[in-house]
């Protein structure tokens, strides 16, 4: 089983941006479709983009599309979430995870990390 760390959130200010990774181990990322997600304080946890096993195919909320990025680096068994132009909207805990079934607008994940926290504040 994959398992998964989380990493480059932090405080920026509105406008800003800021690149997730997502380092897996135990297996490779190749053979996973990959989403991150994000919960908020009091809200539900969504998931925010995706990407396929094969990277032919990605998702993205209305919310970041056009500002967010997934990509990933097999060799570096890596998921990344490229975010620009954040606003406090943005503002959660951000996880990535292997999802099940394929990378759609109905994106569900399992085997959560830690996340990391992205606050957008001036």
């Known amino acids: 089983q994959v398992q998964l760390v989380e990493s480059g959130g932090g405080l920026v200010q509105p406008g800003g941006s800021l690149r997730l990774s997502c380092v897996a181990s135990g297996d490779t990322l190749r053979y996973y479709a990959m989403g991150w997600f994000r919960q908020a304080p009091g809200k539900e946890r969504e998931g925010v983009s995706c990407?396929?096993?094969?990277?032919?195919?990605?998702y993205y909320a209305d919310s970041v599309k056009g500002r967010f990025t997934i990509s990933r680096d097999i060799a570096k068994n890596t998921v990344y979430l490229q975010m620009n132009s954040l606003n406090p909207e943005d503002t959660a805990v951000y996880y990535c995870?292997?999802?099940?079934?394929?990378?759609?607008?109905?994106?569900?994940?399992?085997?959560w990390g830690r996340g990391t926290q992205v606050t957008v504040s001036s």
């Open positions: 995870a292997p999802l099940v079934g394929g990378c759609s607008r109905q994106m569900r994940g399992r085997g």
């Open positions: 990407m396929s096993s094969s990277g032919g195919v990605t």
